[in-house]
């Protein structure tokens, strides 16, 4: 299959699904590929195209804009790969200034990126001779050697593992300035490899799986101990903690339950770990698995009521800051095959995760309507399907709703979103916004036309009806998967936003306020 084939109007493209689409400007392709990257295949492009793609719209784009994505991708949307893949790639064509050093400065936050900004480098520019790393930018250079600076021989060892590229290789190949005679101290013990052993669960659990023990129960109890000191030490990362709930819940103590759910509602722990929201989903399902193991739940029934609550709390917390909107909310979240599922199981949101992404979609209406009172949520594939959220029930339980009235909706896109639309022009229902949640991918050359002969083209003759009728109406299409294209063709009252964060309702507010995605990266300080 071609990729994004062009069309005779410069504006116009072929979309996965054969329909017509729009091209979006380089910067906002460049910024919707970015913040949904995942390197594995996802359901209509794979993770070598997505990548060379990026290539191509690099070149295409202001550098300094470029730098200041890669910088909104690390610190806002909390993407580790991306940004290192944008910088190392800009470094290619960009020299005779300091904008990659301050890059790279902005997006190693933690240790272990020293070294995947010189493996992604030897790759991007194909050094396959015995010593890939000769001749390394300087600008990478001076920004690592800043990056070296900011950790301490904790984080250092933490993540010295080994790989292609040891931390050891980067400080010789950097040769970072230390700033006092401790790091130095530390560089030291890098460079003859014998940092400290770190405490971390995965390190302490090792050890502890290879000791014997007389019985099961002696080592029940040690296991519950090792869970109640690893919680206690303070050492423990707040992913950390989200991540082992269950194992902290089931296997831990109960003072360790107790300590683990004072962290996971910290306020400033939640801010600071920047969790995205579907972590907190992802907890919550596995705890919500426990009522289906009747041995174990029995007696701990009331201990997973507390840790559900306490995950509420935390993702409420986390995404307190989504911006309230003033008026009234449509919210359309896709459900189709190539969001919910299918038997290829590509609307997976990487091989790494369990979750569709339809998962995404749906969690993201359920937050904006807890904070957005006067919002409707329908769900759209072969048919539209209204969620029938509760206001008695919480996030969570919403979510469950929404999950279940999903298998309603048929393995389509247009039909469901078609008759939302259908329905507003003839009832002429005024709404001050539409957000859709969506792959963006409306087919024209598939079997499931719906049955008023309706194809994905339509949808803009839909949305120009409804123009005359509610011309101030925005409408925000979620590109959850970032291919490329979308629905319909930009205009003051069609705005394009890309990501899994709830950062996605602040650019919804900014454009609100007369802003744009591309003023809001560039207003960021390199």
Known sequence: ???????????????????????????IELYSAVVT??????????????????????????????????????????????????????????CGNDLIRKTIARIVRRADEIKEV????????????????????????????????????????KYNSKSEVSLRDALFLVHPKPKDEN???????????????????????????????????????????????????????????????????????????????QILTDRERIHKSKQMPFRYLSAFIEI????????????????????????????????????????????????????????????????????????????????????CRDTYVGLFGDHLVNAKLSRNENVFENFKRIDEAAKECGPGTERGIFAYMEEIIKEKIIIDRMIIFSDCQIGDGCNWFDDKGNTGKNFNSLFKKYLKINPEVKVYTIDLKGYGNSMTKSSKNMVYISGWSERIFDMIYFIEQGSTIVEEIMKIKL
Not at 56 to 77: G, H, N, Q, S
């Open 118 to 157: 010189l493996t992604y480098y030897q790759i991007a520019n194909n050094r396959k001779q015995a010593k890939k790393l000769n001749q390394l930018s300087k600008q990478i250079q001076k920004g690592l050697a800043e990056a070296f600076n900011s950790f301490d021989e904790y984080q250092f060892a």
């Open 1 to 27: 299959m071609k990729f994004n084939q062009l069309s005779k109007n410069k504006d116009q493209t072929v979309n996965h699904m054969g329909a017509l689409a729009f091209r979006m400007e380089s910067e």
């Open 288 to 371: 919500d698995k426990l009522s289906q193991e009747d041995q174990i739940f029995e007696k701990i029934k009331e201990k997973t009521l507390r840790v559900k609550h306490a995950l509420e709390i935390a993702l409420l917390i986390a995404c307190e800051n989504i911006p309230y909107q003033e008026g009234k909310t449509a919210i359309l979240s896709d459900n189709s095959g190539s969001m919910y599922g299918d038997y290829a199981g590509k609307s997976l949101v990487s091989a790494m995760s369990s979750h569709k992404t339809a998962d995404i979609a749906n969690l993201f209406a359920v937050l904006y309507w807890e904070k």
């Open 183 to 261: 790091q130095q101290e530390i560089f030291n013990r890098i460079a003859t490899n014998t940092l400290k052993t770190p405490y971390t669960w995965e390190t302490e659990m090792s050890e502890l799986g290879k000791k014997n023990f007389s019985s099961e129960i002696e080592k029940k109890n040690a296991v519950a101990k090792k869970w109640e000191e690893l919680v206690e030490s303070g050492t423990l990362g707040y992913m950390a903690v989200l991540r082992n709930i269950r194992n902290i819940l089931v296997k831990g103590t109960d003072r360790s339950l107790d300590t683990a759910i």
């Open 37 to 94: 990257f995942m390197v594995d295949n996802s359901y209509y492009e794979s993770g070598e195209e997505r990548l060379e793609r990026i290539k191509k719209l690099i070149v295409e784009c202001d550098p300094e804009f470029v730098c200041k994505l890669a910088v909104y991708a690390r610190t806002y949307m909390n993407l580790r790969s991306v940004p290192i893949l944008l910088t190392v790639e800009l470094a290619k064509i960009v």
